[in-house]
């Protein structure tokens, strides 16, 4: 190293010698600047720079060369190492860094990207706001309208549904609804004319309400006339019509009060159908009825009649037996036309009147209800009624009559009488008085025909005392046919009478007083011809007393007294 040119040789003064004071470069450690340059993150220069010149030193003792010429040396060789260490750093670290921008760039593109929306979405984000809240005070004013005017809108509007079911509906209870609805509407338009009366579009409304009205009066007629045609029709029940119209029953009060004279003719043409209706119809049931054969009671069924008539199947046959059930019978049903007219049994008078009578009863209860709900009438109805049933009421007076005129079935017209007692207190349980005039009727009928028959009993019983037939083999020991005869029809007549009916105001009280004190006058006429009249009397009258003795009511137990004193008179001492 001592031997270099002094053209190729290198001062060791001016490497070794430190920068010029004041210069950047003796102000700067060129391990930091190196290290500000390669990062401190990637790579780190560590020289023991104490420890570098300890191995200096010891070098001084070698090969004659001064220290300074060894640090010199050893500086330059150690800088190659270093400078070729830190090229292949920094290049591993360009390499580095050039792959670390090929991930940046696109990376970067995208941020750039991404940015870019983000400004735009923060920009749709700032209009969205900006619309949300004119939104909010667009659907605040909406709010603040409708409650205002969604009232009146509900009040004024017509539904296009209720117009095309006043059109085309089917008539029924859902239909009459449509009704109400119209009514409600007229109110409220009445009431904006008042509060509102330059309302526009109330004027068309009202229009169209008046077409709706129109239309429900046209479809009510023509509903209501095709029902009371079907009426007409052979076949048709009543009751199905009348159900069919209760269903409807709304349309006649909303008729009769937007229409009252048409209302009027239809509820008078109903009155024609119905009363033609059921006057048929009865009629024809009274054809049935007639074709029943009947129980032939004639004038030898009197008391009193001949010594045949005492035989003992007469009295049986006088007595009532099973007669008397048919007053209390429970059954509501009625002998219908076809067992009527094909039946080869025997009846007696009252099973056609009763059947006869409770069907109208029946029918006429029904009627009656129906006018009370359908056409809603108070006052008038028992008048409407009366229209309806006068031929019908008269059918079955002129059939009481057919029955009991030319009878002498006493048992059988005391029996019509307390059926028809008994269908007047069904009508008071009903609460249907109108029909009590039609069975007062029927009683006006019975009672004189009663009476004329108790005449004929009497009658006749007296005529039996003077018949040689009635005195011939009578006995002291042995009760009088007469006597039979007698005690049966008493206690026909106490069996028809319940106990709670038996009355002193009734004309069976005097009726059964006549009878009595003509049968004691006649039997005592009969025991003048007698040795022993009074055993005679006492054991008609001890039999009389015993049969009586089992009956009840106030009745029998006045003519049980009555007859218990007779027995006391005549007892043999």
């Known amino acids: 190293?001592?031997?270099?040119?002094?053209?190729?040789?290198?001062?060791?003064?001016?490497?070794?010698?430190?920068?010029?004071?004041?210069?950047?470069?003796?102000?700067?450690?060129?391990?930091?600047?190196?290290?500000?340059?390669?990062?401190?993150?990637?790579?780190?220069?560590?020289?023991?720079?104490?420890?570098?010149?300890?191995?200096?030193?010891?070098?001084?003792?070698?090969?004659?060369?001064?220290?300074?010429?060894?640090?010199?040396?050893?500086?330059?060789?150690?800088?190659?190492?270093?400078?070729?260490?830190?090229?292949?750093?920094?290049?591993?670290?360009?390499?580095?860094?050039?792959?670390?921008?090929?991930?940046?760039?696109?990376?970067?593109?995208?941020?750039?990207?991404?940015?870019?929306?983000?400004?735009?979405?923060?920009?749709?984000?700032?209009?969205?706001?900006?619309?949300?809240?004119?939104?909010?005070?667009?659907?605040?004013?909406?709010?603040?309208?409708?409650?205002?005017?969604?009232?009146?809108?509900?009040?004024?509007?017509?539904?296009?549904?209720?117009?095309?079911?006043?059109?085309?509906?089917?008539?029924?209870?859902?239909?009459?609804?449509?009704?109400?609805?119209?009514?409600?509407?007229?109110?409220?338009?009445?009431?904006?004319?008042?509060?509102?009366?330059?309302?526009?579009?109330?004027?068309?409304?009202?229009?169209?309400?008046?077409?709706?009205?129109?239309?429900?009066?046209?479809?009510?007629?023509?509903?209501?006339?095709?029902?009371?045609?079907?009426?007409?029709?052979?076949?048709?029940?009543?009751?199905?019509?009348?159900?069919?119209?209760?269903?409807?029953?709304?349309?006649?009060?909303?008729?009769?009060?937007?229409?009252?004279?048409?209302?009027?003719?239809?509820?008078?043409?109903?009155?024609?159908?119905?009363?033609?209706y059921y006057h048929t119809h009865f009629q024809r049931y009274l054809q049935s009825l007639h074709r029943l054969t009947p129980v032939i009671v004639d004038k030898d069924s009197l008391i009193g009649g001949t010594q045949s008539l005492f035989k003992k199947s007469s009295i049986i046959d006088y007595s009532l037996g099973k007669r008397a059930d048919i007053i209390k019978a429970e059954d509501p049903t009625v002998m219908p036309a076809q067992i009527a007219e094909f039946n080869q049994l025997k009846f007696h008078m009252e099973t056609g009147f009763r059947s006869f009578n409770l069907a109208i009863i029946d029918n006429g209860s029904v009627e009656y209800l129906f006018l009370m709900e359908f056409f809603q009438m108070s006052g008038d109805v028992n008048g409407i009624f009366e229209q309806i049933f006068s031929t019908t009421f008269q059918l079955g007076v002129n059939y009481t009559k057919e029955l009991v005129t030319s009878t002498y079935d006493i048992f059988g017209v005391l029996i019509l009488i307390r059926l028809t007692q008994g269908l007047i207190f069904e009508l008071q349980r009903r609460r249907i008085p109108v029909i009590e005039d039609y069975l007062n009727l029927q009683l006006i009928t019975l009672w004189p025909k009663f009476q004329n028959l108790v005449d004929l009993n009497c009658e006749n019983m007296k005529r039996s005392s003077s018949k040689s037939s009635s005195i011939t083999g009578i006995k002291s020991n042995v009760s009088h046919p007469l006597t039979l005869q007698f005690t049966n029809l008493l206690t026909g007549f106490l069996k028809l009478t319940p106990p709670e009916q038996q009355s002193t105001q009734e004309p069976l009280y005097q009726s059964v007083q006549r009878i009595r004190n003509d049968y004691e006058s006649t039997l005592t006429k009969m025991s003048k011809n007698l040795k022993q009249n009074e055993l005679f009397l006492y054991n008609n009258y001890s039999y009389v007393w015993g049969i009586l003795s089992e009956c009840e009511g106030s009745l029998a137990t006045s003519e049980t007294e009555h007859f218990k004193l007779l027995v006391e008179a005549y007892k043999p001492k």
Not at 34 to 61: A, C, H, P, R
Not at 140 to 149: A, F, G, W
Request: aromatic share 8%.
């Open 1 to 276: 190293m001592a031997s270099v040119e002094n053209g190729n040789r290198i001062s060791r003064r001016s490497i070794s010698k430190n920068p010029p004071a004041g210069t950047e470069q003796s102000t700067k450690d060129p391990f930091q600047t190196l290290k500000s340059i390669l990062g401190s993150n990637e790579y780190e220069l560590e020289v023991d720079q104490d420890k570098g010149w300890e191995q200096l030193d010891q070098l001084n003792e070698y090969d004659g060369t001064s220290l300074e010429e060894i640090r010199f040396l050893s500086t330059t060789n150690n800088l190659e190492t270093d400078h070729s260490e830190e090229l292949d750093r920094i290049l591993q670290f360009k390499s580095t860094v050039e792959l670390f921008n090929k991930i940046i760039t696109p990376l970067s593109d995208y941020l750039i990207d991404f940015n870019k929306k983000l400004m735009e979405l923060s920009k749709e984000l700032e209009s969205l706001k900006s619309k949300s809240v004119n939104l909010s005070k667009n659907l605040s004013t909406r709010q603040i309208l409708e409650n205002k005017y969604t009232p009146i809108v509900s009040d004024l509007i017509i539904p296009p549904d209720v117009i095309r079911s006043i059109y085309n509906g089917e008539i029924n209870q859902s239909w009459c609804e449509n009704l109400q609805f119209l009514q409600e509407k007229t109110e409220i338009y009445n009431k904006y004319k008042e509060q509102c009366p330059n309302l526009k579009s109330l004027e068309s409304l009202t229009k169209t309400l008046d077409l709706l009205y129109i239309k429900a009066i046209e479809r009510i007629k023509n509903f209501m006339v095709s029902q009371i045609k079907s009426l007409r029709t052979i076949g048709t029940p009543s009751q199905v019509i009348q159900d069919q119209l209760i269903r409807c029953r709304d349309i006649y009060p909303f008729l009769q009060n937007r229409q009252p004279s048409l209302a009027l003719e239809i509820r008078q043409a109903y009155v024609y159908t119905m009363k033609w």
